[in-house]
Structures are given as structure tokens and as C-alpha cells.
């Protein structure tokens, strides 16, 4: 059974720190691309990282030299690790995977919405069910 469970957000100051952890099973982690997105309310849902199969890392330029995408394939596992944060950070962060290459897209793409009910069909085969980061000023 396929399973991507992500953790580690809450609530957190302007400036300071979280680390998103994505835990996948039931598919072959390695071999597959890994990506963020997160969804503020009323906003589109954007795509923060990619963690390709070859172990290439690709961070949209809104989160770029603050945030840091890490993995540990003994655990099947890929964080995001969040620096510096600001308010627009805030929103639902989503984990998704694809064991196809290349389909994720760009990132800093937008798609209409990532919430389970809402998004269309069509890669990334495999979501998760969110974490919520908040980030206060």
C-alpha cells in the first residue's frame, strides 16, 4: 500500500525555523522524484522543491537560499528544512511523489489546488495529506 505521510510543521515566529519531514512507503523512494508544494488559503498551490530520482534538488525562487531539501534513503524519507521564515510562508505544505521522472514540472509552477478534493487528476501519482505551517510576524 502506497503511503506518504508528512510531518514536523506548526506554528512558528518570522525568522525562525522548521523541518518538514516526508516518509514514503510502498513504492521505490529512490527511484522516484519527490516533490513540495504548499497552498496558502485563497492562493494557488505552489511548487516549493523537487528532489529528483538522480538526487538532483530543484527550490523555486520565492524559497531559495532559505530553504534546504535533505534526504535519508535508509529511512525513505526527504525533509524540507525551512530557514528565515516569513509570513507567506504560511499555508499548507503537501508532499507527492511519482516513480515517473520529469513530471512534476518547473518549480514555482502553480496548479489550481492541491487539496485532495480539489486537485486534478494527473501527476504526481502519490500525495499526501498535508501539514499546516503558520508563521506569525
Known amino acids: 500500500q502506497v503511503q506518504v505521510t508528512e510531518s514536523g510543521g506548526g506554528p512558528v515566529q518570522t525568522g525562525g525555523s522548521l523541518r518538514l519531514s516526508c516518509t514514503a512507503s510502498?513504492?521505490?523512494?529512490?527511484?522516484?522524484?519527490m516533490g513540495w508544494y504548499r497552498q496558502a488559503p485563497g492562493n494557488e498551490c505552489e511548487l516549493v522543491s523537487i528532489r529528483g530520482s538522480d538526487g538532483s534538488i530543484s527550490l523555486a525562487d520565492s524559497v531559495q537560499g532559505r530553504f534546504i531539501v535533505t534526504q535519508d534513503n535508509n529511512k525513505n524519507t526527504v525533509y524540507l528544512q525551512m530557514n528565515n521564515l516569513r509570513p507567506e510562508d504560511t499555508g499548507l505544505y503537501y508532499c507527492?511523489?511519482?516513480?515517473?521522472?520529469?513530471?512534476?514540472?518547473?518549480?514555482?509552477?502553480?496548479?489550481?489546488?492541491?487539496?485532495?478534493?480539489?486537485?486534478?487528476?494527473?501527476?504526481?501519482?502519490?500525495w499526501g495529506q498535508g501539514t499546516q505551517v503558520t508563521v506569525s510576524s
Open positions: 510502498g513504492f521505490t523512494f529512490d527511484a522516484s522524484d
Open positions: 507527492a511523489a511519482d516513480p515517473r521522472r520529469h513530471v512534476f514540472g518547473g518549480v514555482g509552477r502553480h496548479v489550481r489546488s492541491c487539496h485532495p478534493d480539489l486537485r486534478s487528476r494527473g501527476p504526481p501519482s502519490y
